[in-house]
């Protein structure tokens, strides 16, 4: 079962002006920070709970873009999310869940 959320960064976010001047573009960490805080939200997680086992980024997301992030079961304490503009992947990851039940 794959669950999804949607995810926009706002042109006035305090990220932007020092990444990149002129040039901005949504930092990994930022994307990565907020699908963590959206799944935590969705599926009532720590986030404290949560260990990113791998993430890739293929490409940049700009201030204002609607990122659709979806993140699906991918074994016992395993989850596979992944970010898309409309259906062009932007990042992927694995997440692990430390604490889960085995």
């Known amino acids: 079962m794959a669950d999804e959320a ?14 990149f001047p002129g040039d901005p573009i949504v930092p990994g960490a930022l994307l990565l920070d907020e699908a963590l805080a959206a799944v935590c939200a969705a599926r009532g997680l720590s986030y404290e709970s949560l260990c990113v086992a791998s993430a890739k980024f293929l490409h ?13 079961d ?5 989850l ?12 992927m990851a694995a ?8």
């Not at 991918?74 to 395993?78: A, V």
């Not at 596979?80 to 990042?91: E, K, Q």
């Not at 997440?95 to 085995?102: H, K």
């Open 74 to 78: 991918s074994g016992p304490g395993l």
């Open 60 to 72: 940049p997301v700009r201030p204002g873009q609607e990122v659709r992030l979806r993140w699906r």
């Open 80 to 91: 596979d999310l992944g970010l898309f503009l409309v259906d062009r992947p932007v990042a």
């Open 6 to 19: 949607w995810l926009t960064f706002p042109a006035d976010h305090p990220a932007f002006p020092g990444h």
């Open 95 to 102: 997440i692990s869940l430390p604490d889960a039940p085995p």
